[in-house]
Every structure is written in structure tokens, then in C-alpha cells.
């Protein structure tokens, strides 16, 4: 292997310093103090305040509390002996808007009090968080309604199905599929059929009144909403309530058996977690609710039709034409 002759390098390193986009602080932190010894001078232009104003300044001044937080964690890591580590965290710029900075902490020295010397890295990393976050928010929506997709439907069924486990409300689940969809497209074209589906996809988010409430667009042309803390006969109301906002939406459609417009079934599910025992969940659910949609597009379809998961019945079905109950559930 080539010698590299240990020569002093042709460069002034605090020119390099001063010149990098990058901030780079020095700090001084002990269990109970945290002090900035030196500030490079791009901080003016990352964060809006001068070296001289940051140095005088503590990381609560400078940082969101949630980012105060991961750093006082993180801060602890290297006090138990971590050498350098890295976290994304959110400042507050002079100016008042938030921005990202990429945080790298490498130790330069600790005392034996244990008081450390830092060199503290940051990068402006704004546009790229905001990106991922862009892209992160894209992936669990439906591109063609801009409602939620499955993938986001069946966490948030994971999610609820914990809650409910823990509280012991019950969860219904309502499962909703156009009626005699494939003649509506063959009728008036796959392309006023996708107008169809996001004229549906607003309206049932409109009829929706709880935020907890998720609709999402589950498969080609059905919708699968998450009721937490709802009744069967609540859940029943809302999937009512639904079928009876797309038939407000009055879209022709002349092929669905004589109705005229465009009509949904429903079908709906509801566990109350102490009778739960012998039915795998929350998949029981999902599987309850399209049971359900089956009987109500066997008895004729434009209609509801609920199951409630019960431990020594399995499954109690029954079935009610749209508009019958008045609309409880808000
Ligand atoms: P049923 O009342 O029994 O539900 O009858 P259906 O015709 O609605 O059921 P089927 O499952 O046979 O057809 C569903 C149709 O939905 C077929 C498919 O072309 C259409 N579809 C699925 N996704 C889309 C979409 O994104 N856009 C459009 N325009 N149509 C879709
Ligand atoms: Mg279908
Ligand atoms: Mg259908």
C-alpha cells in the first residue's frame, strides 16, 4: 500500500467552517446545563439567527417540544456512553415557520464529571420531510376517490380492533358494493363510471359525522367503513344512512333492475369484544360484513343486512330495507 506523507493540508478548516452550508455548533452538556460555544455562521441563514444569538439561546428556544424531547433522549443515549448519533427534528425559524433539520451529535470529549463536549451537525432537510411525508400520506390514499385505501382501512381496523379490545366498546364494520356496477360501465363507459365512484366516495364521506369514522375505497366498486364505539343497530342506521346519500346522488342508471339510479347494499358487521371468544378477529368482522352484503344482494340488493358476532351463536343475521329505521347514530 502507497504511504500518505503526513503533511499539514493546504487548507484553513475554520475558512471551510464558515463557508459550509451546513450548520455546525459546538456544545457544552452536562446533566443539568447545556451550553452552544459555537455557532457557524450559515445558522443566519438556516434558522434566522445570528451565532452570537444562538450561542445565547438553549435547544429549548430553537426546537418544537416534541424535538426537544427526541433530543434529550437522544442526548441521554450519548451520555451512556453512544458515540455520535442521528435524528430528524423540527425547529421554529426566526421568522416563525417550521423547518427539519437533520441532527448529527458526535462526542469530542467527556470529562470524567461527565460533562461532554459536541459537535453538533445540521442539515436543512425541509423539503425532502416534506416530500416523504407527501409521498408516506399518497400511499395510504385511493387515487382515484382521494378517500383512504385499503391498505389504510385494514390498520386502521388492526388499530380499532386493539381500542376495542382494550375498552370493551363495541366496533362495526359496514361493507358497501354498487349495485349491477358492470352494467352501469357498460352502459355509459368506464370513464363516467370512475366519476361514479368519487361522486359515491364524497357523499358517503359527507354522511359520516364521528372523526373516528374511517371510508375507505376497499376494492373496485365498494367502500368499506369502520364504526369504533358504534351499536349494531347504530352501525345498521349509518349503512342506511349511506345507501340512502348515493340514491340523493341521483345517477341514472338504467340497467339496475328498474330503480333507475345507481343504488348500494350494505352489509354490516358489529363485535362487542366480551362475547368475541371462538371467531378469529378482527378478520371475523370483514368476513361477518361481506357474509352480510351477500344476503343483501341475494334479497334483492338496494338494502342492508347485519350480522352481530356473538360467543355462543357465532352469527345472528337479519336483513332491513333501506330507509326504514330513522337515523339515529351522530
Ligand atoms: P352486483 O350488484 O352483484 O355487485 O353487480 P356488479 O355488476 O356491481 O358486480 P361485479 O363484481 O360483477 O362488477 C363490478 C364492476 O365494477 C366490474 C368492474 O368493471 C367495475 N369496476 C371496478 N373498479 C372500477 C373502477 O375503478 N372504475 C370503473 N369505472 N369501474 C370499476
Ligand atoms: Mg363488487
Ligand atoms: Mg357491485
Redesign the pocket.
Known sequence: MRAIAAEPLPVDFRMLLEGCLDMVWLACVSEHSHRFLYCSPSSSAVLGYSPEQIIAMTPNDIFTPESQQVIAEDVQKIRAGQPASMVIVEAVHSDGRHIWLENKIRVLERDPDQAMRLVIYLRDVTDRKLLQDQLAQMAYLDG?TGIQNRRAFDLALEKEWRRAARSGQPLSLILL?????????DTYG?????D??RAIAAAAQLCLRRPDDVVARY???ELAVLLPGTSADGAEEVAQRLCAGVMDLGIPHSGNDGRGIVTM?GGVSTAVVSFGGRIRMPQGLLKAADAALYRA?GLG?NQVASSVLLKALGERMRGTPIGTRPAKHD
Open positions: 382515484l358494493d354498487v349495485d349491477h356496477f358492470k352494467k352501469f360501465n368506464h370513464l363516467t363510471g370512475d361514479c365512484l376494492g373496485g366498486e347494499s344482494k340488493r
